[in-house]
């Protein structure tokens, strides 16, 4: 996606540096705060449909400060994570367009609330990823903190479980995948499809290739 620079300059100025460094810290606040207090943060920030329409505005940005629901150990591994990309992508792409990235993300994610009744950060942060995948596909990870295993192949996985979703789900929820992913189609759609043509090209020749040697 190309960003007119007219747009850009203009906007500019309401960009925020470092901004999934206060996302993430808003998160691991969420997670400590609904740890160790009896209050249930979550069904306060949760992006509901019936929420929003009864007044409860601030959901509309709170639910982007949900951690994921898991353990301790997986929550630290997850917000570095989401540290390490998100500030990744904004040194690639600036702080305009990633912030913009990160807008188009979240109204798609309230369009989903709106269609559905009900939507978190999921497709969100996976919209992150995705778009890091795409621009660095071969950093690697090590998977259970053991199995190395580039990027690359993480979001091509998630590519083929949100096409499958899409085709097995009903409206209601192919809708979700469309919206709620608008930013990956917007700004990367080009980046992965060539990244697909390419991996596909490269595992067809090493078959051709083993299929060759053993003739």
């Known amino acids: 996606m190309k960003i007119p620079y007219n747009v850009e300059r203009t906007l500019r100025r309401y960009s925020i540096s470092n901004l999934m460094?206060?996302?993430v810290a808003a998160m691991a606040a969420v997670y400590v705060i609904?740890?160790?207090l009896p209050i249930n943060l979550y069904s306060y920030m949760m992006l509901t449909r019936s929420g929003i329409l009864s007044g409860q505005i601030w959901?509309?940005?709170?639910f982007v400060a949900l951690p994921p629901n898991a353990s301790?150990?997986?929550?630290?591994f997850s917000l570095y994570f989401?540290?390490?990309i998100g500030t990744t992508l904004e040194n690639q792409w600036g702080t305009f367009k990633f912030n913009l990235f990160y807008l188009v993300g979240t109204i798609g994610s309230i369009i989903a609330c709106m269609i559905t009744g009900y939507a978190d950060n999921y497709y969100l942060n996976m919209s992150?990823?995705?778009a890091f995948a795409a621009l660095n596909p071969n950093f690697q990870l090590m998977l259970f903190f053991i199995i190395p295993i580039k990027v690359k192949y993480i979001a091509l996985l998630d590519v083929v479980l949100f096409v499958y979703s899409f085709i097995v789900g009903g409206w209601s929820a192919r809708a979700t995948i469309i919206v709620a992913l608008a930013n990956i189609w917007l700004f990367l759609g080009g980046?992965?499809?060539n990244t697909i043509r390419r991996e596909s090209s490269y595992w067809k020749t090493r078959y051709n290739f083993r299929k060759n040697m053993r003739g």
């Open 21 to 23: 460094t206060y996302i």
């Open 34 to 36: 609904d740890l160790v």
């Open 59 to 62: 959901r509309l940005v709170s």
């Open 72 to 76: 301790l150990l997986w929550i630290i």
């Open 82 to 84: 989401y540290w390490m």
């Open 128 to 130: 992150l990823f995705l």
């Open 191 to 193: 980046d992965f499809i």
